[in-house]
């Protein structure tokens, strides 16, 4: 059930990895990067990327939150 989110994420100009959880059955935790050069950019295409995991009806999500990390200089 993962492979196919992990393999389609990218598509959406993210990076994706399976973070924890690999080895209980039946569950999984996935770790979303997007790097962008505004906050609204990011914001939409994580918008995008959750909303391609939430629209699964295979899946049932547990949460999903989100970390900002801004770099000036």
Request: charged content about 30%; aromatic content about 2%; proline content about 5%.
């Amino acid at each position: 059930m993962v492979r196919p989110i992990i393999d389609r994420l990218p598509k959406l100009g993210v990076s994706v990895s399976e973070v924890a959880d690999n080895d209980v059955l039946q569950s999984a935790r996935l770790g979303v990067v997007v790097v962008s050069g505004t906050p609204r950019q990011a914001t939409e295409i994580m918008d995008e990327a959750e909303r391609l995991v939430w629209s699964r009806p295979d899946l049932e999500v547990v949460a999903a939150d989100r970390t900002w990390m801004e770099l000036e200089g």
